[in-house]
């Protein structure tokens, strides 16, 4: 049984940076795209960051480019998401979550991605 675990969130002022992580347990997921995901309050989940297995290629929706750096460590078994430059619009809880595949899906909705962790709290906010 996979679990993910979340941790790194909290209030933070605008322009300010967090550093999410993602511990994954219970078997490795060294073998697996992973990504972030985030929902706000009254909207649906929304694809945040991808990254494949090596961690050679990255994904990120256009709106969201040069604010946010996906990497992980496999020897740690562990995800990150670096988030800069944060506005309130960026308050959520965030995902981690794991495909099935080495691989980038080729799109990227909840859907693509098998496991998941229960979230961690960003809130933007001064």
């Known amino acids: 049984q996979v679990q993910l675990v979340e941790s790194g969130g909290g209030l933070v002022q605008p322009g300010g940076s967090l550093r999410l992580s993602c511990a994954a347990s219970?078997?490795?997921?060294?073998?697996?795209?992973m990504a972030w995901f985030r929902q706000a309050p009254g909207k649906e989940r929304e694809f945040v960051a991808a990254?494949?297995?090596?961690?050679?290629?990255?994904s990120y929706p256009d709106s969201m480019k040069g604010r946010l750096t996906i990497s992980r460590d496999n020897a740690a078994n562990t995800l990150y998401l670096q988030l800069d430059s944060l506005i309130p619009e960026d308050t959520a809880v965030y995902y981690c979550a794991a495909s099935g595949s080495r691989y980038l899906p080729d799109d990227h909705t909840t859907d693509a991605y098998a496991y998941w962790g229960q979230g961690t709290q960003v809130t933007v906010s001064s």
């Open positions: 219970g078997r490795t997921l060294n073998n697996n795209a």
């Open positions: 990254i494949t297995w090596s961690g050679n290629i990255r």
